[in-house]
């Protein structure tokens, strides 16, 4: 006849425990969510939000979509967003439409924003800016000088330069519409 393997005590409450555990935090979550289910207002922005920094505005020289060259010096007086992306980028593709919107929304209150594409060609830029019908300014940088110049090398990566010349506030990753609201409104405003 053959022996039937009875469990050992220590394994039967160790089952048991994770059992309890299981049931206990499903409790927890029904209540929650019972409690307070989320709504649009009570969803929180998780996005990257920006770092306070205080440094001068670094000399940036580059060329723009029509070959013309163009400097960071021509916007003193103006609330600059410089951005750092690529197309191949996903949350630098995911952040362009909230960009868009953003410029469009502060250009008359001198505002620029510059979105510089990280070694690229011409060729693969000029579809990517108009597949997302951006407006403001694209500018090209083939040899990394912006990453250099703002000693990054992520990206997406934002800067936002106020009207006399120094950066207030870094972002690495993506930039939601909210943050935007959040933070750059009221340096635009000041």
């Known amino acids: 006849m053959k022996k039937i393997d009875q469990p050992s005590p220590v394994r039967f409450y160790a089952i048991l425990m994770i059992g ?3 049931i206990s935090l499903g409790i927890m979550l029904f209540l929650l969510l019972k409690n307070d ?4 207002a009570s969803v929180r922005d998780l996005s990257v939000v920006p770092v306070s920094v205080d440094f001068a505005a670094p000399k940036l020289d580059l060329t723009d979509l029509s070959g013309d060259s163009v400097s960071l010096d021509d916007y003193l007086g103006k609330v600059v967003l410089v951005n750092l992306w690529a197309t191949w980028c996903p949350p630098c593709r995911e952040e362009m439409p909230s960009l868009q919107a953003f410029y469009e929304k502060y250009k008359e209150n001198d505002f620029v924003l510059i979105a510089i594409d990280q ?3 011409l060729e693969v830029v000029t579809p990517f800016v108009e ?5 403001f300014p694209v500018w090209l940088d083939l040899d990394y000088l912006a990453e250099r110049e703002f000693k990054t090398s992520n990206l997406p990566s934002s800067y936002v330069i106020d009207r006399t010349g120094t950066v ?4 690495i990753g993506g930039i939601s519409k909210a943050n935007l609201e959040k933070y750059v409104s009221e340096i635009i405003l000041e």
């Open 20 to 22: 309890i555990g299981l």
């Open 119 to 121: 070694e690229e060609p």
């Open 37 to 40: 289910p989320p709504t649009a």
């Open 131 to 135: 597949e997302f019908g951006l407006t």
């Open 168 to 171: 207030r506030l870094m972002w």
